[in-house]
């Protein structure tokens, strides 16, 4: 008797050993993503109206740019986890590989490319001038010898200004809304930053005390950035592709910015 009583126990103690093998093994295949999709670590800008920024109300970042990577990763079947910081975090995060996405209104260039991996094109920019409303001096790049121009550092802005303004007194901030105070307060002439953030901020933040001058300056292309040979890569062009085809991307874009335009030049 006490021989079978010990075999029962020794059968219990291996059923109760697979079983809990088999529990295990469907736990992890949720946390892997096999039923919910894979989560990856977006770096984003603090600071970008209207592309990124943080909803007070909500404590949640809105803006384009996050209904855009939001429905790139509806469409590609992965969950995102947004993380915030300044502009040139995403940069070195992507370079380091730290996260997994960056999206943040970063214009596609040549050098960076030697270093991160980019999407196809998502949006066409450009650079703006804004001045004080009062400002009668500086009515176009033209105009920017001997002054003081404020831009975001670590931007296309200010290498365009140190590559073709070398006359002019470059004045570079973490942030660009502390460029436009300066501008506002009379302490810079000028801010040059990319077109749809400088206009939003004129007609919304302003409070009439600054305005745009010039054309559109040197024609860009924001793209969303990857680590080197990242996988992901191929998922997200894929996404955005089927976006645009199927009118989700215009919806975002016209929530944003209205009815969407097609003839913004566009660089290499």
């Not at 809990?20 to 977006?42: H, K």
């Not at 062009?237 to 969407?260: K, M, P, S, V």
Request: overall charge negative; hydrophobic content about 35%.
């Amino acid at each position: 008797m006490k021989g079978n009583k010990l075999g029962w126990i020794l059968l219990s103690l291996v059923l109760s050993v697979l079983l809990v093998g088999c529990g295990t093994s469907d736990s992890e295949g949720a946390e892997d993503g096999e039923s919910g999709g894979d989560t990856y670590t977006v770096a984003t800008d603090n600071n970008f109206v209207p592309f990124e920024f943080l909803d007070e109300d909500t404590g949640e970042m809105e803006g384009f740019d996050m209904d855009l990577i939001r429905a790139i990763a509806d469409e590609a079947g992965f969950e995102v986890d947004i993380e915030a910081m300044k502009f040139d975090g995403v940069v070195t995060g992507m370079q380091s590989a730290k996260y997994d996405i960056g999206i943040a209104g970063m214009t596609i260039t040549e050098e960076r490319k030697e270093n991160i991996d980019f999407s196809d094109p998502y949006y066409d920019a450009g650079l703006m001038l804004a001045v004080h409303s009062d400002n009668t001096e500086i009515e176009s790049e033209d105009d920017l010898a001997g002054k003081t121009v404020a831009t975001r550092s670590g931007t296309t802005s200010e290498s365009y200004l140190q590559e073709n303004h070398p006359d002019a007194e470059v004045e570079t901030f973490p942030g660009i809304v502390e460029a436009y105070m300066d501008l506002q307060a009379g302490r810079v002439d000028a801010v040059m930053y990319d077109v749809p953030n400088v206009q939003y901020y004129v007609a919304n933040d302003a409070e009439g005390e600054l305005k745009t001058v010039g054309d559109i300056l040197q024609g860009e292309q924001y793209g969303i950035a990857f680590p080197k040979d990242s996988e992901l890569v191929e998922d997200v062009n894929e996404a955005l592709a089927t976006l645009i085809d199927n009118g989700t991307y215009d919806d975002i874009y016209e929530e944003w910015f209205g009815e969407r335009k097609y003839d913004t030049e566009s660089s290499e």
